[in-house]
């Protein structure tokens, strides 16, 4: 169990709806990643936030969107969704503050939901 | 732009029978390199990270080493529990809390009993 909890674990949905998928990181982990990966497809970067502001870019459609809330649990929003949507959506979190000074330990792993399976029909 | 390529793409051995996965790449400053297991329908599991060439990392039956250009993950005496597809990565550039990974499509390892 990495720690990392991801919601819904399977989704249906019909082209042109709206789906929001939710992380929860490792407690204490302040940054979020979203990955999607396709049949066949590696892992393709989205988004990335740290401790509630946006990182990093990837190849991320401008009907996605995403954000990271005060409690650092992250949400995926993907909108008008397409057939070619349907993939594996995961989450992964990363990147512990370090006693009282706060600063952060950055070794570069990443720590990864079980994923949400998005299927559009 | 970072590039990470593995070989081959898929691998099935016997039992016992030792081999070895790929992974070249080109990246900018590379700060670590990243050895994940993935199984079907999971996210992916870390496995190693390795830093600078010719550094070695071991785990049960598996050794991750590193040059300047590529990596290998050493495969002895496998078993089908380690049957999985292999993901390498590769970090380039840290600044606070970003850090930009960048994987490979992976090597998707059968292990035959």
């Known amino acids: 169990d990495s720690g990392v909890t991801q919601t819904p674990k399977h989704l249906i949905t019909a082209t042109g709806q709206r789906v929001t998928l939710r992380c929860s990181p490792r407690?204490?982990?302040?940054?979020v990643y979203w990955y999607q990966q396709s049949l066949d497809q590696g892992l393709q970067f989205l988004i990335q936030?740290?401790?509630?502001?946006?990182?990093a870019k990837g190849n991320i459609l401008e009907r996605f969107s995403a954000q990271q809330f005060p409690d650092l649990h992250s949400e995926l929003n993907l909108s008008s969704l397409e057939l070619g949507d349907s993939a594996l959506y995961f989450c992964?979190?990363?990147?512990?503050?370090?006693?009282?000074?706060?600063?952060?330990?950055?070794?570069?792993?990443?720590?990864f939901g079980e994923g949400s399976r998005l299927t559009v029909l | 732009e970072d590039q990470v390529t593995q070989s081959p793409e898929a691998l099935r051995l016997q039992e016992g029978e030792s081999s070895s996965l790929n992974c070249s790449y080109t990246?900018?400053?590379?700060?670590?390199l990243f050895w994940y297991r993935q199984d079907p329908g999971k996210g992916p599991e870390f496995l190693f990270t390795?830093?600078?060439a010719g550094e070695e990392k071991e785990k049960e039956r598996l050794k991750a080493t590193l040059t300047k250009k590529e990596s290998f993950l050493h495969i002895t005496a496998p078993k089908p529990e380690d049957s999985a597809t292999y993901l390498c990565?590769?970090?380039?550039?840290?600044?606070?809390?970003?850090?930009?990974?960048?994987f490979g499509i992976g090597t998707k390892l059968q292990v035959i009993p």
């Open positions: 990565a590769v970090q380039a550039g840290v600044s606070g809390g970003y850090q930009k990974v960048t």
């Open positions: 390795l830093y600078s």
């Open positions: 936030y740290y401790n509630g502001e946006e990182r």
């Open positions: 407690s204490g982990d302040l940054s």
């Open positions: 990246v900018s400053g590379l700060r670590g």
């Open positions: 992964a979190s990363s990147v512990k503050p370090r006693g009282a000074s706060g600063r952060a330990i950055n070794t570069g792993e990443l720590f």
